[in-house]
């Protein structure tokens, strides 16, 4: 008897010993997958997420899966830095990459749905040398030179690469500086023999280096020898001198809109000195042009990607007007 109790004992401690042992497994949210993408993953800002055609799986430590989760999403307006919508279940989220463009680049404000309309450019040739501004590198390709032959039946010969420079100097820009390009479109055979106008932007991507600026040289100086083009506007007066020997035509230099930066506003007062000292040269300051910069914050939304870069709306409805005006005034006559 004192036996079997002392066996039955020993056997109780031992599975108490045994439980006491054993750790309970909680079970946990691990993670979250999407199986099922969005019907629609392009939006413009301002719309709403859609989870239209959407499933979500949940995953468990336990390697459980629970299928089709009811996930939440956040119900705000999509914005244009942020090309994501977060999806959240529990205690887990993920980031659903999706793309949120710019309200401006709507294709009612696209040079195709442009109307043309009587113009005193109508006919007219003009060129453009500049960077990402001239290019149209926040509207798809698409600037004023492009709404200006639209509207305007001109003939705009674009020659623009964004993160370009003035400054023929290495590390200055991202590619080959403006009269480096130029000098390369003379040698083309298809090059434009004459020119009722000649636009040149001032580059926002000199400011990178402003120890490089240069200055404008002497009133009596217009040979092309005599200019730094490894400066910002010893490299202007190169391109001036190069578009007088080629064309002798006007010349329009045009600014940025005021982007508030002090480098860029010392470019703009040197591009000043340089339309004061060649006869040919009109500058279209935009930097300075108050009423110009006078806008709403809707309208900076609807405009602008950036500071600098207009959409396709900024072109339109912002930057062809004064344009046009501008170069009217200067080649308009019949």
């Not at 800002?45 to 336990?62: I, L």
């Not at 401006?104 to 696209?110: D, F, L, S």
Request: charged content about 25%; some cysteine; glycine content about 6%.
């Amino acid at each position: 008897m004192k036996k079997t109790i002392a066996l039955l004992l020993t056997g109780i401690c031992s599975l108490t010993i045994f439980a006491s042992c054993q750790k309970v497994v909680e079970k946990k949210l691990d993670h979250l997958e999407v199986v099922n993408g969005a019907d629609t993953l392009i939006y413009e800002e301002g719309e709403f997420f859609s989870t239209a055609g959407m499933r979500v799986d949940a995953y468990y430590s336990d390697g459980t899966k629970e299928e089709d989760v009811a996930f939440e999403t956040p119900n705000t307006e999509l914005v244009r830095d942020k090309q994501y919508v977060k999806l959240t279940y529990q205690t887990k989220s993920i980031n659903y990459p999706i793309t949120v463009t710019y309200k401006g680049n709507n294709e009612k404000y696209a040079v195709g749905s442009v109307q043309k309309t009587p113009s005193l450019l109508e006919g007219k040739t003009i060129f453009f040398l500049g960077s990402s501004v001239t290019y149209g590198h926040g509207s798809q390709g698409e600037a004023f030179p492009d709404f200006l032959a639209a509207k305007d039946g001109c003939h705009s010969i674009k020659e623009a690469v964004s993160g370009t420079a003035l400054a023929d100097r290495e590390g200055m820009g991202s590619g080959e500086s403006y009269i480096t390009r130029l000098e390369k479109y003379l040698q083309r055979e298809d090059k434009a023999e004459t020119l009722d106008l000649f636009v040149c932007q001032l580059s926002t991507n000199d400011i990178k280096k402003p120890e490089y600026f240069g200055e404008v040289t002497a009133n009596d100086v217009y040979d092309r020898s005599e200019f730094d083009r490894t400066t910002s506007i010893g490299a202007l007066e190169n391109i001036l001198s190069l578009v007088k020997e080629t064309w002798d035509c006007p010349v329009l230099l045009y600014t940025s809109n005021d982007i508030k930066n002090e480098k860029y506003a010392k470019m703009v007062t040197l591009a000043h000195q340089v339309a004061d000292k060649w006869d040919s040269v009109t500058i279209l300051d935009l930097y300075h042009d108050k009423e110009f910069n006078t806008i709403t914050k809707e309208e900076e939304i609807l405009y602008l990607t950036d500071n600098v870069h207009p959409t396709k709306a900024g072109y339109l409805l912002w930057w062809l007007p004064k344009f046009e005006t501008t170069i009217s005034d200067l080649i308009g006559e019949d």
